[in-house]
C-alpha cells in the first residue's frame, strides 16, 4: 500500500509546537508498529489506521522520492538518518518535521525495525529544503520511469550538498 492518493492537499500549514515530539516505529518494511499520540494527533488518524500501515501513508506528494532513497539507504547500513520531511495530514493539512530515524536491532544485534522521532524544524531549513524539494520533484515528473525520476532528483539533491562542503546529515544537523 502506498501513500493516500485520495487525499487533495491544501494550503493550511499545521506547526509542531517547540516540545512536540512525534515517535513512531516500523518494522522492516516500513510499516508502523507503534505511533505516539502526538502522531495520531497531527496526522488525524487513529491508531487502528495505522499500525501495520505503510509510514507513507503520510507522505505529501511535494516531497521528492529521492528523499526516502537517501533515508532507505542510510537506514540499510545501520546508520541514522536526519531529514527535512513534509508529510501530509488526512484533512490534506500538511505539516513539516526534523525528522531523526535510526535503526532498531534486537539484543543479539539483528535490525529488526526503525525508529522515528520528529520535531518542530528550523523555518530556515525548511524555506532552503522546499525550494530544492520545489526543483526535485519536477525533475522526477519529468522522466519516463521511477528509476530514471529518482536518479534525476537525486543528481539535484547531490548537487546542492556537494556545494554545502558537507555530508547530507552534516548539513541537515547544522541547523538544530
Not at 1 to 10: A, F, K, L, V
Not at 89 to 116: C, E, H, L, Q, R
Not at 122 to 127: E, T, Y
Request: charged share 25%; hydrophobic share 40%.
Amino acid at each position: 500500500m502506498s501513500r493516500n492518493t485520495q487525499i487533495t492537499p491544501t494550503s493550511k500549514e499545521y506547526r509542531l509546537s517547540p516540545d512536540a515530539l512525534i515517535v513512531t516505529k516500523t518494522d522492516l518494511k516500513g510499516c508502523i508498529t507503534y505511533a505516539n499520540e502526538s502522531f495520531l494527533s497531527i496526522s488525524m488518524l487513529e491508531e487502528q489506521q495505522t499500525l501495520a500501515k505503510p509510514h507513507n501513508i503520510i507522505r505529501h506528494p511535494d516531497m521528492p522520492k529521492a528523499v526516502f532513497r537517501l533515508l532507505w539507504d542510510t537506514l540499510k547500513k545501520g546508520n541514522e538518518f536526519f531529514g527535512i520531511i513534509k508529510n501530509i495530514s488526512m484533512d490534506g493539512s500538511f505539516y513539516w518535521v526534523f525528522a531523526n530515524v535510526t535503526p532498531s536491532f534486537d539484543d543479539k544485534g539483528k535490525m529488526i525495525g526503525y525508529f522515528s522521532v520528529c520535531r518542530q524544524p528550523s523555518q530556515a531549513l525548511v524555506k532552503i529544503m522546499s525550494k530544492l524539494y520545489q526543483q526535485m520533484v519536477p525533475a522526477e515528473k519529468r522522466q519516463g520511469d521511477e528509476q530514471h525520476a529518482i536518479d534525476a532528483s537525486m543528481k539535484i539533491l547531490n548537487d546542492f550538498i556537494d556545494e554545502q562542503g558537507v555530508s547530507y546529515n552534516e548539513y541537515i544537523i547544522s541547523f538544530v
